[in-house]
T-cell receptor, first 114, second 110 residues
Framework: GAVVSQHPSWVICKSGTSVKIECRSL??????MFWYRQFPKQSLMLMAT?????????EQGVEKDKFLINHASLTLSTLTVTSAHPEDSSFYIC??????????FGPGTRLTVL | GEDVEQSLFLSVREGDSSVINCTYT??????LYWYKQEPGAGLQLLTY?????DMKQDQRLTVLLNKKDKHLSLRIADTQTGDSAIYFC??????????FGAGTRLFVKA
């Protein structure tokens, strides 16, 4: 149990376009989902925390208009990178957390912006 | 703010034990975790320990927690080449936020 999926697993896009990444908890309901960014050979950086049905809480330095997060249901959260640029290229990982339990990570989405 | 530190590299021979160390600053942490990340993949939860425990063993994995020194360690017995990966220490800070260390890259020599 406790499986989290992400789609797509990798995406290449042109500069200026928007990209949507989905995160789903497959066999549990997640009251809270997290979005992380990981640069090569670095640790995870928390971007935002989202609770179902409410606005996401962004970490300091993360542009909320750039990284749009929607957590429309207890099993789905989406991250949209708007007007992507090469510096947005990264590995994006989501995690989902059932109430009062540890968080479970998705397999990650590798975004390359040309 | 909260901080989690761990050494960046560890190299061991196949069959030896590996010990990865981690220190943290938040004394109110309730859950402390060890995650494994293989190249190009997401994070795999290896094990976790509650702050009221000193030790947890799960097959080849042993986690030791010294709450007084805010020190967490992961011991992998009989290390195999398949254990080569990056190991992240992580602690909950309360409010369901988790802070990650920079990761320790484990190299296992055959």
């Amino acid at each position: 149990g406790a499986v989290v999926s992400q789609h797509p697993s990798w995406v290449i896009c042109k500069s200026g376009t928007s990209v949507k990444i989905e995160c789903r908890s497959l066999d549990f309901q997640a009251t809270t989902m997290f979005w992380y960014r990981q640069f090569p050979k670095q640790s995870l950086m928390l971007m935002a925390t989202s609770n179902e049905g409410s606005k996401a809480t962004y970490e300091q330095g993360v542009e909320k208009d750039k990284f749009l997060i929607n957590h429309a249901s207890l099993t789905l959260s989406t991250l949209t990178v708007t007007s992507a640029h090469p510096e947005d290229s990264s590995f994006y990982i989501c995690s989902a957390r059932p109430f009062a339990d540890t968080q479970y990570f998705g397999p990650g989405t590798r975004l390359t912006v040309l | 703010g909260e901080d989690v530190e761990q050494s960046l590299f560890l190299s061991v021979r196949e069959g030896d034990s590996s010990v990865i160390n981690c220190t943290y600053t938040d004394s109110s942490s309730t859950y402390l975790y060890w995650y494994k990340q293989e190249p190009g993949a997401g994070l795999q939860l290896l094990t976790y320990i509650f702050s009221n425990m000193d030790m947890k063993q799960d097959q080849r994995l042993t986690v030791l927690l010294n709450k007084k020194d805010k020190h967490l360690s992961l011991r992998i017995a009989d290390t195999q080449t398949g254990d080569s990966a990056i190991y992240f220490c992580a602690v909950d800070t309360g409010g369901f936020k988790t802070i990650f260390g920079a990761g320790t890259r484990l190299f296992v020599k055959a």
